[in-house]
């Protein structure tokens, strides 16, 4: 069975697996809602005004 996309609470990031990659945190939810996905952080506005460092893709909310 394949692994299910999740949002990490603590950052937002989408992955699949046990754990973010990105902050390594563990608590990730399957219930999320529109994905941003960022490639240059530090010249993207929307980064910015989202609060988001790094590249990746990201989940916009979470339930």
Do not use: W, Y
């Amino acid at each position: 069975m394949a692994n299910k996309e999740k949002a990490c609470k603590h950052c937002k990031m989408i992955f699949e697996g046990t754990s973010c990659p990105n902050c390594q945190g563990t608590e990730g939810t399957d219930s999320f809602k529109g994905k941003i996905t960022v490639i240059d952080s530090e010249n993207s506005e929307l980064a910015k005004h989202t609060g988001i460092k790094s590249k990746g893709i990201f989940a916009l909310r979470l339930r």
